[in-house]
């Protein structure tokens, strides 16, 4: 990635964390925390605070798992 994707990138992360308090917003978790996009990127989804979400890694496993399973029944 360009340096100024980068640096654009690790600003909005923060940010999004700094929102989301450094907490899983659906379980208030504060290990492995990563951030998921609402929109995924595949369906064009931005890279944006307002698309993005603080999930811990357990919580963003069971997003994943949900919308693949949503996925494979349509």
Sequence with gaps: LPAVTR???RVCD???LARDRHR???CASQHSLMLHHIVFR???GPTTR???TTLCARCHGHVR???HTSELQS
Excluded: H, T, Y
């Design 50 to 52: 307002d698309n993005l």
């Design 7 to 9: 640096l654009r990138r």
């Design 14 to 16: 923060g940010k999004c």
């Design 42 to 44: 595949s369906a064009g």
């Design 24 to 26: 899983c917003v659906a």
């Design 65 to 67: 798992s949900e919308e």
